[in-house]
């Protein structure tokens, strides 16, 4: 017992050192997140004048849902209201009305919504600023558990170059869109943060608050689960009362699932309703296998320069050209995450690479008709390891980090454009 505590001493004695060192002086997290204040800044810039020199799509009005969604005219409309467009529709929808059974509402769970419609008391009910000032503040939250997470075990410089990836990734823009990608990134990294830190109670608590603002929350139950037996050495004997924290993770689902099954007497509605995305359920190589055919139909509509003949099915209604575009960003977007799922195997910790590999396989379970990696390259976002696999990769390799670097804000800069005048992205 005397050896087991002296060990534990030791080890969080080493990890305070750790952490002072890998966190170096102050102006390095303020760099970091000087690094996230520009980026926002460059994705406003860029679809405000997307808005002005390309304009708003015409679509219909219960996509759009004016009275709400677009809260804002002229200049001001150009830059704010794109923040609130497709799924942040439902979420402006859903903190104004609530649920129902007879729409999908139920597949957005319930934590973003239920801040939006608090705190936008303060904003006068302005759920369009509400929703942007959320997604920004959990944003610069999460870079800074990022910076202070990466820095305990790789130091400073990984951290940056990690919050950098992260902030200038082809669809970083959603992270300060009305949407739940900056809130689940930010419980996501609390609850990794906390774990590595053996605040397991804290840990459970981000997981839980995770589970309740997406199904993948759950996820989290492993890497926790993981990095908690590491610290015992992997050995099932030296459990203790910590262990039941990790229960706390699931618990975030029943919770929902509860208040389905007294509202509307389906526990699995969330589930249920994923049929109006024309999502069903397969195992992940069916998934990859026509993400494959999607993308090479894709790039065939695109070659042939026409639309009469089609190379990939299309719903009534669609734009082909948009469709084929789609799911070529798509499937590049898995190719990405796998490269460097793959070169992170013995650069990052297990529980890191683990739960990496876990957010790619997650919506791959679920693919869509039209598109069968639907919105894959936006789950990508909560895989922050991925991030410091990238990191990694382009450390001390100058020609590797600007290559990454310039197509990524390439990328990023024509995907918000995109973004911003109402055109599908992810």
Known sequence: MLRRRASEAAGEAGLRQRLAAGLGKPGQLRRSLLTAAVTRLYIFVVGLAATYVIGVQSTPWAWRYPR????????LGHLLNSWATWDGVWYIKIAQGGYADADVSTAFFPLYPLLLRYTGLVFHNNLVITGIVLSLLFYFLAMIVLHKLIALDFGARIAGRTVLFVSIFPVAFFLQAVYTESLFLLLSLACFY???????????????LATLSRSA???LLVPMAMMYLE?????????????????MIPEGLLIWMAYLSLSFHKPFLFAAVQDQWRRSFHLPHYA?????????????????????NLYWPTPSGGGVNALAIANIVNLIALVIAIVFIVYGLRRIPRAYSAYAALAVVFPLLWPSKYMPLLSLPRFLLAGFPLFLSMALYADGHRRRFWTLAVLYVLALTVLAAKHAVFSWVA
């Open 68 to 75: 709400y969604a677009e809260a804002f005219h002229g200049f």
């Open 288 to 308: 990859v296998w026509r993400g494959l055919l999607a993308a090479g139909g894709g790039a065939l509509q695109l070659l042939s320069r026409q639309t009469a």
């Open 194 to 208: 906390w774990s590595r830190l053996g605040r397991w109670r804290l840990a459970g608590l981000a997981g839980l």
């Open 217 to 219: 929350g759950v996820l």
């Open 231 to 247: 610290q015992r050495d992997w050995d099932w004997r030296r459990t203790d009362r910590h262990v039941v924290n990790l229960l």
